[in-house]
Every structure is written in structure tokens, then in C-alpha cells.
């Protein structure tokens, strides 16, 4: 996929900040550190597109950027560690349902789980709650380089087998950012689901 052009569009915490782009949009989400921004750059070449995301404040926002002016990337807030609290937790729920369960143009959900640990509760209620909605996902296992190379394709076979009961999970894939033949798969699942 060669990219043209990348523009940010704006950061919401509520559908009527959303904007008002017709494109359909591929949404990232995962835990904090699981390697969403380290993703989010190398699948459009840019070494800092998460920056504007990381700003204070902006963090626990949803991020819209338009991509080659064909569909939006939606940088979905990370959601945090064990010792997050209620509240924090709460919040990262309420927006991320406000976007998953509003948003016409969602086409597909990408969700990150680092290839070193099991899915957290938060991965295995994402998962639930979008087959629940309908909504198609993809799963990608994130810094497979930390992981020896047969585990890799195990690690990929136990996750699948894990979720087969979720019809609207339509593939799962490794990725690491040392390896660009892994960017390239993740290209190919992406554009095969917007056909
Ligand atoms: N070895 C390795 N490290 C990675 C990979 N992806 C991300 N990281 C590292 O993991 C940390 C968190 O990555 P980041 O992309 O900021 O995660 P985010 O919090 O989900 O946005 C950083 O130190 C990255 O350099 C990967 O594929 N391989
Ligand atoms: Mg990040």
C-alpha cells in the first residue's frame, strides 16, 4: 500500500465531535504499550502520526486520520493496566461503546494483543461485545520478534482457536516492526476486508 497522503482530522471523546467524513473507518484498539502507535506509523510510513495522539489530554480521546483519502484510521484510546481505577476504566468504556455501537462508517475493528501474553479480560470482553454488535474484527499479535519463531505460527493457531466461536472475527495475524513482510500482511488483511 503506498500512502499519498496522511492528514489528522480531529480528536473526539463524543459522537457529536465525530467527523463528519462519509469514509469508512478501520478503529485500533488495545491495551496500553501493546505497540498501537509503533503499528499505526508503520502501516502509513510516518514516524511520529500517533504524536498528535499523545499529547496531554488527548490520550484517553479518539483520533481520526485520513488516510490516501480513501478511508479514516481511528486511534481508539488504550485501555490501561490493572491499577487503573473504576473511574478511568469506566470512561475508557463510555467512549469506546459511543464509537463502536454509533458510528456508521466503522467497517473494521483491529485489536492489538501483545503475542507474549494471554488475552486480558478487557481483550476477551472487546471480542464479546463486537460480535455481539455485529461488528467485524481482525486481531493482531503484537512484538512477535520478542517470541521464538515457532511460537509465532502457535501463538497465532491458539488465539484463533480461542475466539472460533466469534463468526465476526475474520482473521488473525502476527506482527512485529522489525519485519516489514508482516506490514505487508497486515495491509492485505486490512484492504481485503474493504475489498
Ligand atoms: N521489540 C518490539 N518492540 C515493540 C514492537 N512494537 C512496539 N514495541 C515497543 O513497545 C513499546 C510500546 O509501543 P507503543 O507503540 O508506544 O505502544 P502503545 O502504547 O500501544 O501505543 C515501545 O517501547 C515500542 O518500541 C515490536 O514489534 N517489537
Ligand atoms: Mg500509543
Redesign the pocket.
Known sequence: MKITGVEFLTSAALPSQFPGSNLREIAFV?R???????LLNSLVNRKNL?RTSSTPGKTRQINFFRINERFNFVDLP?YGYAKVSKDERESWRRTIEAYITTRKQLSLVVSLIDIRHDPTALDIELAGWLESLGRDFVIVL?????VKKGAVAERVRQVREMFSDHGHLRDVQW????TSESRVAVWNMILAHLG
Open positions: 488495545g496500553s504499550n501493546v505497540g498501537k502507535s509503533s500517533a488504550g503484537t512484538k512477535a520478534d520478542k506482527f512485529s516492526i522489525k
